[in-house]
């Protein structure tokens, strides 16, 4: 289903279910392609490993992207405790292997409850697009250069709620609502480091932003379909 706002093409914002292994970036130059938009741009960037929710604001809805960016987010995915990955994903080779066995269900609850939840500080992933010294934080990582050798600023985040499944512990699903702005990576590294053990994230899922929900995104399939019929 496509959100329209007014009658053209290149003035309205469209719901995205974005693929695996695609980056947001990717998502925006498909469509641009696609639509033969001049304006374009999204409003909230996806890891490449996560699947989901990507609002695409084009022509004129360019200029709320700052909005839409401003909404709150939920998440569902899947973190594993007792293994670590350098990019807290699985873009990345596992690095190290954490004994489990002292972690209890209620030792979970205990700090999620105590130290995710709310007003919280964060440092973003190494693997992140944030910018520093001028190069994305993934290109200082894939250098060779380390997290202690960075100066990454720690970040304020709300967390609104947090919702646990751990019936196939040490897999754990979870589903997260969040401000702008929130690393689910960070999330889930620092859950591993405050049980005295390690995490990575196996899965991660984008399903709402604001009231907009990921029952109304399409596939990039299907938008080529719907603007193909538009487009002379």
């Known amino acids: 289903m496509v959100e ?30 696609l639509g033969r938009f001049k304006k374009i741009g999204h409003a909230g960037t996806l890891d490449p490993l996560a ?37 807290v994903d699985l873009e990345t080779e596992f690095d190290q292997i954490y004994s489990t066995e002292h972690i209890t269900k209620e030792m979970i609850i205990e700090v999620v409850h105590s130290r995710l939840m709310g007003e919280i500080k964060q440092v973003p992933p190494i693997y992140s697009a944030i910018k520093l010294d001028g190069k994305r934080l993934y290109t200082h990582a894939r250098n060779g250069v380390s997290e202690t050798e960075l100066n990454i600023k720690i970040r304020d985040a709300s967390i609104y709620t947090f919702n646990l499944s751990m019936e196939r512990f040490p897999e754990i699903d979870f589903e997260i609502s969040c401000s702008k702005g929130t ?42 379909k719907e603007i193909y019929a538009v487009l002379p």
């Open 4 to 33: 329209i706002i007014e009658e053209r093409p290149e003035n309205q914002f469209y719901l995205i279910d974005k693929p695996l292994t695609w980056t947001s970036f990717d998502v925006v130059r498909k469509l641009k392609n």
């Open 51 to 87: 699947t989901g929710l990507l609002l695409i604001c084009v022509g004129k809805h360019t200029k709320k992207i700052d909005y839409f960016q401003s909404l709150p987010k939920t998440y569902i995915g899947t973190l594993e405790l007792g293994k670590t990955t350098p990019s």
């Open 183 to 224: 690393y689910i990576r960070s999330i889930v590294r620092d859950l591993g480091e405050f049980l005295n053990s390690g995490a990575y994230l196996k899965k991660l899922v984008r399903t709402k932003i604001g009231s907009f929900t990921i029952e109304n995104a399409q596939s990039i399939e299907s938008f080529n």
